[in-house]
């Protein structure tokens, strides 16, 4: 074989393993609630929300339910359990910066998450069938806020 030949298979290689490397299942992760939607939610976490694992990671809250066989993971080295001491007032924050519902790829509900939109971007990535981890990135300086 000839050098060129080499090269050409090795490039055509390089292509095909980075392709199949990335083959994760997408999926969208974060539902934006109505606005109806949004109270109820909000409801439920300000009656409920013992039967909730709470976690602040900086400019991110999860909120997981305890009763369910799913799972959210969040980075331990800056996410921290919450226990709120007074409900109305921990809730009220997450009724100005909005909830957003976590869903996994067939439509079941994870649980919920708030950032600060415009400081900060949250991703999810599903491990298996019944966990998705959250990680989050600090937004640069002048980025457009998204919703």
């Not at 976490?45 to 799972?71: E, G, H, M, T, W």
């Not at 959210?72 to 359990?81: A, E, T």
């Not at 909005?98 to 990535?125: H, K, M």
């Amino acid at each position: 074989m000839n050098t060129k030949g080499a090269c050409l298979t090795g490039i055509l290689s390089c292509i095909i393993l980075l392709a199949c490397a990335g083959t994760r299942p997408t999926f969208e992760a974060f539902k934006i609630n109505s606005a109806a939607e949004q109270e109820a939610i909000v409801k439920r976490l300000q009656d409920k929300i013992a039967d909730y694992d709470v976690y602040q990671c900086r400019n991110l809250s999860v909120f997981d339910p305890k009763d369910d066989d799913l799972k959210v993971i969040v980075p331990d080295f800056y996410c921290r359990p919450f226990v709120p001491q007074n409900k109305d007032d921990f809730v009220r924050i997450y009724e100005v910066i909005g909830i957003r519902t976590i869903v996994g790829p067939d439509g079941q509900l994870f649980g919920y998450a708030s950032w600060a939109y415009d400081r900060t971007v949250v991703r999810a990535e599903l491990v298996d069938a019944k966990t998705i981890r959250i990680t989050q990135y600090e937004k640069p300086s002048g980025a457009p806020a998204r919703r």
